[in-house]
């Protein structure tokens, strides 16, 4: 059986969507898919806006047929981690071939070549001088591929689903998996985009349900549990937050002082920013700092296959990968119990109820089943 596995946050499942999973099976000729789905928690470093079984229904009936769980310490880093706890999860299934990822270019030749770039000497080096300038890392990362390939080519890494389609496919070189590539080119409004009659983004989107112009049942941000948040980080000293990942560089000390002095998460960004931080990974820093969770608690692997939804050729792919899988298959909450990585997660599933409309109740990853359709 063809299955494609996508990586996502479905945060909220829109027609985009949708339209990558038609247009996946359309160049597959027809395939099962698996998706990889952020949990509670997402990229940019907050809430996504509702929650993960939520969002897991809505892309069973979108046309996935499977999905697992995305754990908070993957979910909520960088697109180099990201990318790589994704893509070590759909590999460790024994059962996905091919990995399917929008993208502004919709070719993975282009992106291929620049995986391997990224992962040579030469860029390495390259890399180096452009740092030592003090520029921001995604001007450095762009700079030093433009050297090496010539500067159409390092274009493409401008572009953030582009970018996160060349961190698959080295998770993939990584791996030396034989999942294959497949870049899907991606249709309407652009990442953080406006709207679009058709394909609005997901950030216009998210802001129209926070701001009650799209009805929606108890949705979820920061900015409802921000009391909450600055409360935390201002009793964490300069410590705690230099053992935050992606802190080095003297960040720590620069989201130390801003806890201190800003009055509002915006103000802490704010205060944080400089042109060498890119905002977001300021974001995925104070969020980590918020939930309590250090750079020791991420593992060097996925210990564990968590299943959030499927439908009934979901349960077949399930019924496969009881002989196939390499990490344990977890379909019930009573499954994860004792297991460190997702007691944490249950710590910040507790921790997301506080940050909805109406705040929730603690508990809830124990007892809720996976979506079955």
């Given at each position: 059986?063809?299955?494609?596995?996508?990586?996502?946050?479905?945060?909220?499942?829109?027609?985009?969507?949708?339209?990558?999973?038609r247009e996946t099976r359309r160049a597959l000729g027809g395939c099962a898919v698996v998706a990889v789905m952020s949990g509670n928690f997402v990229q940019r470093g907050e809430c996504a806006v509702f929650d993960k079984w939520t969002r897991a229904r809505a892309a069973l009936e979108g046309g996935a047929d499977l999905v697992l769980e995305l754990p908070t310490v993957w979910a909520a880093s960088s697109a180099e981690a990201f990318a790589r706890g994704a893509v070590e999860l759909l590999a460790s299934t024994g059962v996905v071939t091919h990995l399917s990822f929008g993208s502004e270019?919709?070719?993975?030749?282009?992106l291929g070549r620049l995986a391997l770039c990224l992962d040579s000497p030469a860029y390495r080096a390259a890399l180096r001088r452009f740092l030592d300038r003090g520029l921001p890392f995604a001007a450095c990362r762009q700079g030093a591929a433009a050297e090496l390939l010539g500067g159409a080519e390092a274009e493409l890494l401008s572009r953030p689903n582009n970018n996160l389609g060349v961190e698959y496919i080295r998770a993939l070189n990584a791996l030396k998996s034989d999942i294959r590539p497949v870049a899907v080119?991606?249709?309407?409004a652009g990442?953080?985009?406006g709207a679009h009659p058709d394909y609005p983004s997901a950030s216009y989107l998210r802001g129209k349900i926070l701001a009650g112009e799209i009805p929606a049942e108890n949705p979820a941000g920061l900015v409802y549990g921000e009391r909450a948040?600055?409360?935390r980080l201002r009793s964490m000293d300069e410590g705690e937050f230099a053992a935050l990942p992606d802190c080095g560089e003297g960040l720590f000390h620069r989201l130390y002082r801003a806890v201190r002095w800003g009055r509002t998460l915006e103000e802490v960004y704010t205060l944080a920013k400089t042109k060498r931080y890119a905002h977001a990974r300021?974001?995925?820093a104070l969020l980590w700092g918020a939930l309590g969770l250090r750079g020791v608690h991420r593992p060097a692997h996925p210990p564990y296959l968590r299943v959030l939804g499927a439908n009934g050729t979901g349960r077949v792919l399930l019924r496969e990968m009881k002989g196939r899988a390499a990490l344990p298959v977890l379909t019930k909450p009573a499954h994860g119990r004792g297991e460190p990585l997702l007691e944490l997660e249950a710590g910040c599933t507790d921790f997301y109820q506080l940050c909805r409309?109406?705040?929730g109740r603690c508990g809830v990853e124990w007892t809720t089943n996976p979506v079955m359709l």
């Open positions: 059986m063809t299955v494609a596995g996508v990586v996502a946050e479905y945060n909220p499942f829109h027609p985009g969507h949708a339209l990558h999973l270019c919709g070719a993975a030749e282009g080119l991606r249709a309407g990442h953080d985009g948040v600055l409360a300021i974001r995925r409309r109406e705040p």
